[in-house]
């Protein structure tokens, strides 16, 4: 499990697309991060149907439904931010989670996180460290004009993850 | 005297979400209000906090500095929030913090909780429930008056 970003790198694995949005403003981000979060709840058990088992406790962020729908979004902006529009987002599904991806024309501007000693009030690189907090991996490549960036959201919640949020 | 300065979204976005509970289908843009009350600034966000209403906030976090006293941030209606909204929260805090004034968020609302521990500000800010009736009328009063701005913004829709 990786707290870094990967530079240079592809995702492992066999991904399935299933969705794909092309976003060239602001209300268009809403719209996939909502359509992803639509379409990943539709997998997810009711949050209302909770199994007994599970704590009452359970962090909102222990649903991969949050975690796609807010990682995407952060891709998305990060994207239209520093890679100009139009930016292309895609949901792929794996085995045992969800292939985030977002690709932009800025082959140049490097992706980079606030690093994890950073002032929490300085808003630069906030949603990239959201990202890496929340993903299970997260890394970057270019690929002809685009460069994507990329995020591996598990089904189940990372384990450090959890062990943060269950130390509030 | 009671002074509403910042406003986005409409009335009708904020009864839809009324109706359908905490996580709308909408994707309606959240609201931003602020209330200058005698002992404290009070910041109310409602809905989907992010880059739409970043403006709103950037209004909110600078008149509650210049307000120089505590300032009380509810966000219990907060469906979403992205790290925008975030680190307005987070700014916000550390500039009260600076000024010698601290940073109340009215809960719960696991979600910014959450997003606050991530980040690793969450030393940063108070929290609090309401715990009496006359806390909660006065926010009932203070929501009244936003929707109705709401309402005249949206041109007298009801």
């Not at chain 1, 399935?16 to 379409?39: F, L, M, N």
């Not at chain 1, 460069?147 to 189940?156: L, R, S």
């Not at chain 2, 009070?42 to 209403?53: A, C, F, K, S």
């Amino acid at each position: 499990m990786s707290t870094e970003l990967l530079r240079a790198t592809r995702p492992a694995g066999y991904w399935d697309r299933r969705c794909e949005w092309p976003v060239s403003s602001v209300p268009d981000a809403v719209t996939a991060r909502s359509r992803a979060r639509a379409v990943v709840a539709a997998g997810e058990p009711d949050p209302a149907a909770v199994p007994a088992a599970q704590p009452a406790t359970r962090p909102v962020f222990a649903s991969a439904t949050a975690r796609v729908e807010m990682v995407l979004g952060e891709l998305i902006v990060n994207g239209l931010k520093h890679g100009g529009s139009p930016v292309t987002a895609s949901l792929s599904r794996g085995e045992r989670g969800w292939m985030l991806e977002v690709a932009d024309p800025a082959v140049d501007a490097v992706p980079a996180p606030a690093g994890p000693g950073a002032d929490p009030a300085d808003p630069g690189g906030l949603g990239l460290r959201l990202t890496i907090a929340l993903a299970e991996a997260v890394g970057w490549y270019t690929e002809g004009e685009r460069k994507y960036v990329w995020a591996m959201v598990p089904d189940e919640p990372p384990a450090r993850l959890l062990a943060t949020l269950g130390g509030r | 005297v009671d002074v509403d300065v910042s406003l986005s979204g409409t009335a009708d976005a904020d009864d839809a979400r009324e109706r359908s509970g905490p996580e709308p289908a909408s994707e309606a843009p959240g609201e931003v209000a602020v209330l200058l009350e005698a002992q404290h600034i009070l910041i109310m966000l409602h809905g989907d906090v992010d880059l739409r209403v970043s403006d709103d906030l950037e209004q909110a976090g600078r008149y509650a500095i210049d307000a120089a006293r505590p300032a009380l941030m509810d966000v219990r209606h907060v469906t979403m929030i992205d790290s925008v909204g975030l680190s307005f929260v987070v700014r916000l805090a550390a500039g009260l913090r600076a000024a010698g004034q601290a940073l109340t968020l009215r809960g719960p609302c696991p979600r910014v909780a959450e997003l606050l521990t991530l980040v690793g500000a969450d030393e940063l800010v108070l929290w609090t429930e309401p715990v009496n009736t006359g806390e909660l009328a006065v926010m009932a009063s203070a929501r009244e008056a936003h929707r109705r701005s709401g309402v005249q913004q949206a041109g007298g829709q009801s």
